[in-house]
Every structure is written in structure tokens, then in C-alpha cells.
């Protein structure tokens, strides 16, 4: 009879703590919404966002793009809320997340738990122009 209460009090422990906290599932790409490409080894974090913590942020979990852009972060999260941010570099111009068809331009995105999420994030990368100026000055004309 021990056994039994200890493995129905052992269950009903599991299945409180798994209603305290719901998955976190974000899947997506960082990619050039111009062209299409992807890009490769961006930083995501999976943030949990609480009061008295430096800066209200305290990063849970790091994942990196693939050679195509793609991510996925899977989590088991807390009470607390959430949120992703890309960790861009400087030859990047970061526009903001794609979701549900509705773009956010902040750098943070809140998540909603429970629910599978998909959203790209578009940056734009820096060109880099070369200009060749040629000047001919003809010395015979002054120009006062």
C-alpha cells in the first residue's frame, strides 16, 4: 500500500509541476527579407524576464542558426514570462521579427507559452561601396 501511495503522490507531483510550466517551442529563421538568404551562427536567446534580476533579463538558453538561417529553441518554462532576442552583428541592420504576418520592430519578442511559435527575423547586411573618382585639372583656365 506504501508503494502505491508513493508512486500516486510521486505522479501527482510531476503533473503539478508540468501545469506550473508549459513548453516553449520557437522555431524560425534569420534571413535578408530581400533577398531570401539566410544567415548562418546568429545567437538566439530564450530569456526569462523577472523583477530584481540585472536588467529584468536572465538568459535561460542559447541557440545558433543553421547554414540556412533556421532555429529552434524548446524549452520547459516557468510562471515567468519570456522572450527571444537575436544577438545580430555589427555588418547586420536588424529590422525586426516577422509573426503571424505582423511585424515587430522591437529587438526583444515576448513568447507565448504553451504554443508553438514560428518567426523569421530580418536583418539586412551592410554593402560596402568603392568609388574611383578621376579629376583632370587643366592648369591653363584659372577658375577666380
Not at 538568459?59 to 522572450?83: Q, R, W
Request: charged share 20%.
Amino acid at each position: 500500500m506504501k508503494k502505491i501511495l508513493t508512486i500516486f503522490t510521486t505522479m501527482l507531483l510531476l503533473h503539478s509541476c508540468t501545469k506550473l510550466g508549459k513548453n516553449i517551442t520557437v522555431t524560425g529563421r534569420v534571413l535578408n527579407p530581400i533577398t531570401g538568404k539566410g544567415f548562418e551562427g546568429i545567437e538566439l536567446q530564450l530569456q526569462k524576464v523577472g523583477k530584481g534580476l540585472p536588467a529584468g533579463y536572465k538568459s535561460v538558453k542559447e541557440v545558433y542558426t543553421d547554414a540556412d538561417g533556421y532555429f529552434e529553441i524548446n524549452h520547459l518554462g516557468g510562471v515567468e514570462g519570456y522572450s527571444v532576442m537575436a544577438q545580430t552583428t555589427s555588418e547586420q541592420y536588424r529590422l525586426g521579427w516577422l509573426v503571424d504576418g505582423e511585424y515587430k520592430v522591437n529587438d526583444q519578442l515576448s513568447v507565448t507559452k504553451g504554443k508553438k511559435m514560428n518567426v523569421d527575423y530580418h536583418a539586412v547586411g551592410y554593402g560596402k561601396v568603392k568609388i574611383n573618382v578621376k579629376y583632370r585639372v587643366n592648369p591653363s583656365k584659372q577658375i577666380f
